[in-house]
């Protein structure tokens, strides 16, 4: 939670930055908040073994801004804020190897799942009219990803702290009534690892004054990852769900 606060605030920060007079003609904003139904899923296949972790139904909340501007030397920017902390607790079947643990036939294990993240995603309009826009660029995921398990006695874990670059893209279709499909995808697959993050939505924009509008959208994301051979664990994760929002554009 402190780790969320923290993001926000900085997110806030640019947001308050922007939106001064001197910025006010060259750049297009956008802030939004969603929350998300999320359903979270990690698997892995020990000696032949597999076991599961799930937790479904669970709100998350979203924060995200995209500034766009007209200096076409300089990317676009989107950025996003999402709360990926869960836990859950199955019984092993067979065996698993998580970090150097191995956790025997009908141990009770939990799993702390901490995967919370901030996307700083530059990109260009590549394709921009009445009808259609598309864009390209690289998302970087910036966090302290970590799932850990617990018998209650001992412990282990698999973590990554870092960034990743992701190539990106993103587009969206605008339709009569102020309606418009919206999607983007940040993703790559080589030999035995696999990731994307992907998302469409529907949006409706309820009402422009004095170029100040605001929408409000429902999709569905879902985030993916697998990796074999993970110090001898094949391991797969999912996070998907459906989800709705509000955005003020500027």
Not at 63 to 91: G, M, Q, S
Not at 194 to 213: S, T
């Amino acid at each position: 939670m402190k780790y969320m606060l923290k993001k926000s605030a900085i997110l806030a920060a640019i947001l308050f930055a922007s939106t001064t007079p001197a910025h006010a003609d060259l750049l297009n904003l956008s802030v939004g908040l969603n929350s998300w139904n999320n359903n979270m899923k990690v698997g892995g296949t020990y000696e032949g073994y597999y076991n599961s972790f799930k937790n479904e139904h669970d709100f998350k909340p979203v924060i995200w801004a995209k500034i766009e501007h007209k200096v076409p030397i300089l990317p676009n920017f989107k950025l996003r804020y999402t709360d990926l902390e869960h836990d859950a607790k199955t019984k092993i079947t067979g065996s698993v190897k998580i970090d150097d643990k191995i956790y025997t036939d009908q141990t009770d294990i939990k799993i702390d799942s901490k995967l919370s993240h901030f996307d700083v995603t530059p990109y260009y309009n590549v394709l921009n009219n009445d009808f259609l826009s598309l864009g390209l660029g690289i998302n970087l995921k910036i966090g302290d990803f970590k799932i850990e398990a617990t018998d209650g006695i001992t412990s282990a874990k698999i973590d990554y702290k870092g960034v990743a670059p992701l190539p990106y893209a993103c587009s969206e279709i605008k339709l009569p009534f102020d309606i418009s499909i919206k999607g983007d995808v940040a993703g790559f697959a080589i030999s035995d690892y696999a990731f994307y993050d992907a998302e469409i939505a529907l949006a409706w924009e309820m009402f422009d004054v004095a170029d100040v509008g605001a929408s409000v959208e429902a999709g569905y994301r879902k985030i993916y990852a697998s990796a074999d051979d993970v110090k001898d664990l094949d391991l797969t994760y999912k996070s998907d769900g459906f989800f709705a929002g509000i955005s003020v554009n500027y």
